[in-house]
């Protein structure tokens, strides 16, 4: 079996009242691509704090790489790389001062440094930056050069906590391809984020969190059968009228019909020709329409379905 990396057994944290987490439980595996996702509130970023022993927490326990994590745990915190929602480097420092830096706290030796900053710059495609000051980079070289700071000291276990919030496409990209390249080179990743393809896309087992707990776990296929959506058909029209619609939802394996802003969504839960059945009650009916198409239920059907929020909708 794949050695632990990260165990969290019924962790409790409560802020006053209010239960941040639950008898939080997680198990991360070496070489995963672990995904935790949940809507605001959800507890991910507690979950994260308590793992870096940067919060105190009320009852539970925490190992990295199979011991047990305190705030005095230097030794295990070196094999750590953190990066942040927020950026956090120095606007006075330049790139490369930034990652020289933070790879000091943890390698003290210059030219082993020395060579692990030119490694990070190199793998994240700022060398012609280098000596640039973090004002005068785009937003999307800025998350590249937060990334390089929070990974050139090697670590074996990297926290990425939302990595590409408000970064262009191109800079998305290259940041997911630099993740992925990463956990190729052995590093074991814990990855949250807003944007459902990024991680139906990079993460190998997802976790998902709703109030504090763990509601659903496995690899995207198997959230996906735990859902009772297998199929969405789609169809772009200009209008149909509610005896039309009633007529749909009476059509073998749709549970649920919804016609909203010229585009109208049918569910289906099983079966083998959904899209075959609406073009047939179509045809029956003589309605008209523009487009039709078929599309297997997504991560975030499974998210939706499951928690019955949108991930980016605010608590």
Known sequence: MAETVVKVTNLVKRYKELVALN????????????????????????????????LSYDSGEIEVFGQKMRAERNDLKRRIGVVMQDVAVFDELTVY?????????????KATRRQYVEEAID?????????????????????????????????ELIILDEPTVAVDPQSRNKILEGITELNRQGATII??????????????????????????LGTCDELKQQIKNTENVIVNMKKISEEHLNGLREINHVYDVKFAGDRLMIKCSGGKHNITHVLEF????????????????????????ITGKELRDKE
């Open 23 to 54: 008898n939080f439980n997680l198990d991360i595996k070496k070489g995963e691509v672990f995904g935790l996702l949940g809507p605001n509130g959800s507890g991910k970023t507690t979950t994260i704090n308590c793992i870096l022993a940067l």
């Open 97 to 109: 001062e930034n990652i020289d830096y933070f790879c000091s706290l943890y390698i003290s030796d």
């Open 123 to 155: 793998f994240v495609e700022l060398n012609e930056f280098r000596k640039f000051y973090p004002k005068k980079l785009s937003g999307g070289l800025l998350r590249r050069l937060n990334i390089a700071c929070g990974i050139a000291h090697k670590p």
């Open 191 to 216: 990855y949250t984020s807003h944007y459902m393809e990024e991680v139906e896309q990079i993460c190998t087992r997802i976790q998902i969190m709703e109030n504090g707990k763990g509601i659903a």
């Open 282 to 305: 179509f045809d029956k009916n003589d309605i008209h329409y523009d487009r039709i198409y078929s599309e297997l239920p997504t991560l975030n059907d499974v998210f939706l379905e």
